[in-house]
């Protein structure tokens, strides 16, 4: 293989080397977080703990639940924002997408610039105004202000449904037209099932925005029991109000809980973004 | 590419029946001229409104939720405005005061370009790097792969949560293991001159998402090139500077534009990691942490969107200066391939 030999780095020890401290770094925090999530109580209000774990409270992942702390309630916060929102930005993106890129209209051009610049637009600028408005909505520590806007489609997702349906040929839509299915009927039956790959990305990148979303749920929730896991341990983390030491283990065993499901998500959604064309490589997660 | 539909759902009503040109069902009409022109023009019109109907819901959320709040937040940059009592314009005293009798405002700029003109190319550099080591095949390369990606999967929240505790001045891992070579590690979240390299760190450790990008990029190099430049005496790492850096790029231009983008808008990392949007001595105070600030804890909802657009113009600014360099160093290959 003449691609050895384009290597500067020489030897093959050299570079394992190398890539073996370079892993060691990565994965040491996971294994500290590891750590201190098998803690006990004891050691966590201590906070003494080794980096390497030498407890094994694997308790505590029950423990999490079944305690008075409002884990399982955060959790559950977290599932309805994430199955919510995915649906609404699967259902959104794919109609706006195939509208963008199959029917014909005057301003249509026009309006698809507007779309794309769309996404040079820093979250910041809007946020004060929008806030206003769900204010007066009446939806301040409600789950709405961050699962609504998911029903309303986002630029880069609409791109990327118009940009798999133009590599589609639209021979079939055409048949169907002329079998007197109109764009409804061609939508439902003929577009929903060949972008299922692209509609799987979506899902993918809509989870994995929401789950560990945090300047939203800041925002707009202020009751624990409201929380998503990603506030709720924050909000846990933070509550050291002098004597009282935050649950570290507890926390730990959340943010464990946070970082599990992306981990998965990645694992068995990546061919999907391979068939979108996302990634044009290997992402090494098999 | 391949963009095969599931058997079973995928309905087709006339599989393998000809299917014509999409200009055919309109042959008829044209040449019927005139007298057909009306009814075309009704076609056409319905297929406008159709269009409108699939596109309403992006349509309204655009004037919902982007047009309008774009609007008023630039009205409300020039009104001082608790959200309770009326807004009250007061002109461009908002940009005055920003520019001319707010230190904070500074400092925040400052402390966002310190973080983003150090982060982003460092990561770059690494990111280079390591997608160098990985993009080659050997024994392990799909296991250090993931063990690259995975810090990159991690939600910010619980990423800061752990770096929290690595930096713990006294039991912390890192200052822990900085003592085995007899150093005595800083405060770090603590200490004002360390709480920025400490989030830069932490924006390190996520440097897997360009480092994958860039191991595709890599892989895409024609190896007849490296052929090529091997047979003229290149040594490796004039084959690594020469070709591989200049192809790839285009990657890298997209990972600087969109890095200096995110860290410019950095936000939950500073929240986590020093419990609260400023840090010791206010030492990591940044631009969006300075708007929270600003609207949610002060109630200032004019200035907030004051400031809020002064980062929207820097962002933009320094995204067309990026833009604008390009062209003198991003490679692409149709120019010299066709």
């Given at each position: 293989?003449?691609a ?41 209000k ?5 980096f ?17 702390l409002?884990?399982?309630q955060?959790?559950?916060?977290s ?9 609404g ?15 014909r209209a ?25 806030f ?5 909505l009446?939806?301040i ?31 079939l839509d055409?048949a ?18 060949l972008?299922?790959?692209?509609l ?20 707009y ?35 464990l ?6 981990v ?6 990546q ?10 490589g ?5 | 590419?391949?963009?095969t ?6 309905f ?11 200009t ?10 005139a ?13 406008a ?23 008023a ?8 405005w608790d959200?309770f ?7 461009f ?47 392990g ?18 990423g800061?949560m ?5 930096f713990?001045p ?5 200052n ?8 005595k590690?800083?405060?770090?979240l603590?200490d ?8 830069i ?23 007849e090139?490296?052929e090529a ?10 084959q690594?500077?020469r ?19 995110s ?9 986590v ?11 990591s ?21 004051a400031?809020?657009w ?20 991003v490679?692409?290959e149709?120019?010299?391939r066709?």
């Amino acid at each position: 293989m003449s691609a050895t030999t384009t290597d500067p780095v020489r030897s093959k020890a050299t570079r394992y080397a190398i890539l073996t401290v370079v892993s060691a770094i990565l994965i040491a925090p996971l294994v500290f977080m590891v750590s201190i999530a098998l803690s006990s109580d004891r050691t966590s209000k201590q906070m003494s703990f080794s980096f390497f774990p030498t407890e094994f409270h694997l308790g505590n992942f029950v423990r999490a639940f079944t305690s008075d702390l409002p884990m399982g309630q955060f959790l559950i916060n977290s599932i309805l924002i994430v199955v919510f929102s995915c649906i609404g930005m699967v259902f959104s993106s794919a109609v706006v997408g195939y509208g963008f890129a199959r029917i014909r209209a005057p301003f249509k051009g026009f309006l698809f610039m507007v779309l794309l610049s769309t996404m040079m637009i820093p979250a910041e600028v809007l946020l004060i105004p929008q806030f206003i408005i769900f204010r007066n909505l009446g939806w301040i520590d409600t789950l709405l202000p961050i699962i609504v806007p998911n029903f309303f489609a986002n630029a880069y997702n609409v791109f990327l449904v118009r940009q798999f349906l133009t590599r589609i040929p639209s021979e079939l839509d055409d048949a169907a037209m002329l079998d007197g299915l109109g764009h409804w009927g061609i939508f439902r039956r003929i577009a929903m099932p060949l972008m299922m790959p692209v509609l799987a990305a979506i899902t993918i990148f809509t989870f994995t925005f929401n789950w560990g979303y945090f300047f939203g749920p800041l925002i707009y929730i202020n009751t624990e029991s409201k929380m998503p896991l990603a506030l709720g341990i924050q909000i846990l983390s933070a509550t050291s109000s002098g004597a009282q030491t935050p649950p570290w283990n507890m926390v730990m065993v959340g943010a464990l809980i946070l970082i599990v499901p992306m981990v998965a998500v990645y694992h068995f959604g990546q061919k999907y973004l391979y068939e979108t064309g996302l990634v044009s490589g290997s992402v090494g997660l098999k | 590419m391949t963009t095969t539909a599931r058997p079973g759902e995928n309905f087709v009503p006339r599989p393998g029946g000809p299917a014509g040109p999409p200009t055919a069902s309109l042959e008829p009409h044209r040449r019927m001229g005139a007298i057909m022109r009306p009814a075309l023009r009704r076609k056409r019109t319905r297929e406008a409104l159709t269009f409108y109907a699939f596109i309403s819901p992006w349509l309204l959320g655009f004037i919902v939720f982007t047009a309008i709040p774009m609007i008023a937040s630039l009205v409300l940059a020039f009104t001082n405005w608790d959200s309770f009592q009326p807004p009250v314009f007061i002109g461009f005293a908002n940009f005055v005061k920003m520019f001319t009798d707010d230190p904070l405002f500074w400092q925040a700029l400052a402390h966002t370009l310190y973080f983003t003109v150090v982060s982003v190319p460092l990561s770059l550099l690494i990111a280079l790097g390591l997608a160098q080591l990985l993009s080659r095949p050997m024994r392990g390369a799909r296991f250090f792969r993931t063990i690259v990606y995975i810090p990159a999967l991690v939600p910010l929240v619980a990423g800061a949560m752990i770096f929290k505790w690595l930096f713990a001045p006294d039991s912390g891992p890192v200052n822990g293991f900085l003592a085995l070579f007899g150093i005595k590690g800083p405060a770090w979240l603590l200490d004002p001159n360390w709480v920025i390299p400490g989030i830069i760190l932490l924006s390190l450790w996520q440097v897997g998402a360009g480092t994958i990008l860039l191991i595709a990029a890599l892989q895409g190099v024609p190896p007849e090139l490296y052929e090529a430049a091997r047979i003229d005496g290149a040594s490796r790492f004039q084959q690594f500077w020469r070709l591989s850096v200049p192809l790839v790029t285009p990657i890298l231009f997209f990972n600087l534009i969109t890095g200096m983008i995110s860290a410019f808008q950095v936000f939950s990392q500073v929240y986590v990691l020093t419990d609260g949007t400023s840090g010791p001595d206010n030492a990591s105070l940044m631009m969006v942490p300075y708007v929270y600030d600003s609207a949610f804890r002060n109630y200032n909802m004019g200035y907030a969107s004051a400031l809020a657009w002064v980062l929207f113009l820097i962002i933009m600014a320094l995204s067309a200066i990026v833009l604008r360099s390009s062209r003198a160093w991003v490679f692409y290959e149709t120019e010299v391939r066709q």
